[in-house]
């Protein structure tokens, strides 16, 4: 009895797939060209990005142009300008700097260690990722 309602099932979604489908006639010895469509919505089929798919690490990722984001939350810090030509001083630390132009506006140096280390990402899809160019600042 279920393996007879399973295969009710599939026939009803084979029915389904078949149904949405566009059956173009050629009858090119005719001289004309006919097509029957359903009035069966299509179903969508592409796949949407996974959340792996959309979110990268920013650690090889940075690029004059790419928009960071931070955390878990992937919150929206700032597009990244480029980068120091030399080591400077982050508090109790040396290393190289990103500068970001943050979302409110105002430009910010960061450790290129802290980002690449961090829970910081970038989105695959950032058409500066395409680009890769690196700006290069004195501070």
């Known amino acids: 009895m279920k393996s007879l309602k399973l ?20 009858s090119s010895k005719y001289g004309e060209t006919s097509s029957v469509t359903s009035n069966t919505p299509a179903i969508d089929v592409q796949s949407k990005p996974t959340v792996a798919e959309t979110w990268m690490p920013a650690a090889g990722n940075l690029w004059t142009g790419v928009t960071l984001y931070f955390g878990p939350k992937k919150m929206l810090v700032g597009e990244v300008m480029g980068g120091s ?27 290129r260690d802290a980002i690449v280390g ?22």
């Open 85 to 111: 030509a030399d080591k400077i001083s982050f508090g109790d630390q040396v290393a190289k700097g990103v500068l970001i132009k943050m979302s409110g506006g105002t430009d910010e140096w960061k450790s």
């Open 118 to 139: 961090g829970a910081w990402y970038v989105r695959s899809d950032d058409a500066a990722l395409k680009n890769m160019k690196w700006r290069t600042f004195h501070k």
């Open 7 to 26: 295969i009710s099932i599939g026939l009803a979604v084979f029915a389904v797939v078949i149904g949405i489908w566009t059956l173009t006639l050629d």
